[in-house]
Nanobody, 124 residues
Framework: QVQLVESGGGLVQAGGSLRLSCAASGRTASAYAMGWFRQAPGKVRELVAAITWSAGSTNYADSVKGRFTISRDNAKNTVYLRMNSLNSDDTAVYYC?????????????????WGQGTQVTVSS
């Protein structure tokens, strides 16, 4: 069992930055590939970024490429999402998730553990 707790969300002006953190606890938490997803009101949950356990491979949604960076510190069992140049389309609840797969999966159904989410609101 793996427990995930997100933090770092909040209200930010357009063009600003935030860094989300996801603290993982439980058995071999650092061995899982991790992902950040988001869900805006009335929209389906979508992948933002994913990273393998070794941080050797990452995947990003086209809408965030060049603006967001996913990283992890396995010694701290923590995954980060650095978000720059935020705009109103980035407003959503952001979820951290873990998958048993080796690869940085882009499919939400392949993630078995989920955090409670953290709200990110970008004001224009």
């Amino acid at each position: 069992q793996v427990q995930l707790v997100e933090s770092g969300g909040g209200l930010v002006q357009a063009g600003g930055s935030l860094r989300l953190s996801c603290a993982a606890s439980g058995r071999t938490a650092s061995a899982y590939a991790m992902g950040w997803f988001r869900q805006a009101p009335g929209k389906v949950r979508e992948l933002v970024a994913a990273i393998t356990w070794s941080a050797g491979s990452t995947n990003y949604a086209d809408s965030v490429k060049g603006r967001f960076t996913i990283s992890r510190d396995n010694a701290k069992n923590t995954v980060y999402l650095r978000m720059n140049s935020l705009n109103s389309d980035d407003t959503a609840v952001y979820y951290c998730a873990a998958t048993r797969l080796i690869g940085a999966s882009t499919q939400s159904y392949q993630y078995v553990y989920w955090g409670q989410g953290t709200q990110v609101t970008v004001s224009s």
